[in-house]
């Protein structure tokens, strides 16, 4: 497993939020479930650095990808992901 930006994971890859950096851009997310613990999956990146959809908690966010840069995730292998 390694740890990662989650504005560097792709479409489908998944993981556990490991870390959160608190700049004032970041704690909306943080107060929609985007906090130490949660698992996140990623479903779209949009081009041309656009904002990027997650999944957390049952719901689906559109998180830009300046934000996602102070989120901290831990990746499970692509093994692990398949089992």
Do not use: F, Y
Not at 7 to 25: A, N
Request: charged content about 25%.
């Amino acid at each position: 497993m390694s740890v990662k930006k989650l504005c560097d994971l792709k479409p489908d890859e998944i993981g556990v939020i490991e870390r959160v950096d608190t700049p004032e851009e970041v704690m909306a997310l943080v107060q929609m479930g985007c906090c130490v613990g949660s698992e996140v999956e990623v479903k779209h990146v949009a081009p041309l650095n656009g904002p990027m959809a997650i999944c957390t908690c049952g719901r689906i966010l559109a998180v830009r990808k300046e934000a996602a840069a102070h989120l901290w995730v831990r990746v499970a292998s692509e093994e692990t992901q398949l089992a």
